[in-house]
């Protein structure tokens, strides 16, 4: 049998080539998976000390009285903005109260997945696992920039 190091034919390729022509492709995968090509892409914008503010038009659901988004972008506490009037906004930390998981938006409210805790839109704990209400988060909104800004 033959060593494949020492093989000359065309079509087989080295650990070498092979090995950069798969962390070329990694990066690729990654910088497009990213949107325009910079980490973090487009979404809501992390001001000093840790206060988010987020552009209501991005998010559609937001767009009437009711709609309930999750707009921190992935990046820091989970956060949930609810459209509570016109010119009204309720911000929730999505931090389940009971052990600390990521609740789900749900059509009526958050569901925590691990345990069955339902929230209404409002954060207040409505059944399942026995825990105490979603944490209120500081939020002002301002008319003219269409913006919230979220202290979390």
Known sequence: MDDVRSCSHPCLVGRREFLGAASLTALTLLQSACGDGQIGGT???????????????????????????????GRGTPVALVRTGATSFTALSLVC?????????????????????????AGVWQGGQVTTNLRSLPASYDVGAGTVSITR
């Open 97 to 121: 109260t009971h052990e600390g998981s990521t609740v789900n938006i749900t059509g009526t409210g958050f569901l925590c997945p691990n345990h069955g805790a339902r929230f209404s839109s």
């Open 43 to 73: 979404g809501p914008e992390e001001a000093n000390g840790g206060t988010l503010v987020v552009t209501v038009a991005q998010f559609p659901p937001l767009a009437s009285v009711g709609g309930v988004a999750r707009v921190d972008g």
